[in-house]
């Protein structure tokens, strides 16, 4: 069965620190990863798109890797802000344009000011 | 990035009455679209995927006939709630591929309340 599990499910932290969320699966066969930040009520934002060819990905203060082979992607959030508070949900495409995507429980940060 | 619009944001509706939400890709066409439920504290799961101008494809244990899909154009398509129940309130996604790089895009929800 395809899984997908972030850890941890929670993160409170004080502004400006840096931290890394993780985000493991039980298939490496992917297609591809993507990050997304969802808001309370809100929608899904993509923040970074990994390609199952790529390592990883930057975007700003954001910077997510992937590793198929340990079957695990990693989001840095640098210098973090209040901001940045929301939960973060990691999903897995196994199936290209065909296919849907596997998502994990989240990260669900608070940056603390 | 491309937008997707998921309308409405919310609604309320009385319990036996039917919904009908919509998911509109902007800038893009979207021969195929995916319809997500989401639970208080939990992730997103797969409800149905809608291809357009065929049948949707319904996940196991989610009834077609209640949660009637129509993907009319490459650009709309349609979730109706029909016969809504108390236990049908959540929060409905839908989503779209932009098919050159298969990156997802998400609609901003639908939080359905039935009383």
């Not at chain 1, 309370?40 to 993509?46: A, D, E, H, R, Y």
């Not at chain 1, 989001?75 to 508070?85: K, M, N, R, T, V």
């Not at chain 1, 344009?97 to 596997?102: A, P, R, T």
């Amino acid at each position: 069965k395809q899984e997908v599990t972030q850890i941890p499910a929670a993160l409170s932290v004080p502004e400006g620190e840096n931290l890394v969320l993780n985000c493991s699966f039980t298939d490496s066969a992917i297609y591809n990863l993507q990050w997304f930040r969802q808001d309370p009520g809100k929608g899904l934002t993509s923040l970074l798109l990994i390609q199952s060819s790529q390592r990883e990905q930057t975007s700003g203060r954001l910077n997510a890797s992937l590793d198929k082979s340990s079957g695990r992607s990693t989001l840095y959030i640098a210098a973090s802000q209040p901001g940045d508070s929301a939960t973060y949900l990691c999903a897995v495409n196994y199936g290209g344009s065909q296919g849907n995507l596997i998502f994990g429980k989240g990260t669900k940060l608070s940056v603390k000011p | 990035g491309a937008v997707v619009s998921q309308h409405p944001s919310w609604v309320i509706c009385k319990s036996g009455t039917s919904v009908k939400i919509e998911c509109r890709s902007l800038d893009f066409q979207a021969t195929t679209m995916f319809w997500y439920r989401q639970f208080p504290k939990q992730s997103l799961m797969l409800m149905a995927t809608s291809n357009e101008g065929s049948k949707a494809t319904y996940e196991q244990g989610v009834e077609k006939d209640k949660f009637l899909i129509n993907h009319a154009s490459l650009t709309l398509s349609t979730l109706t709630v029909t016969s809504a129940h108390p236990e049908d309130s959540s929060f409905y996604i839908c989503s779209a591929w932009l098919v050159m790089n298969t990156e997802a895009f998400f609609g901003q929800g639908t939080r359905l309340t039935v009383v």
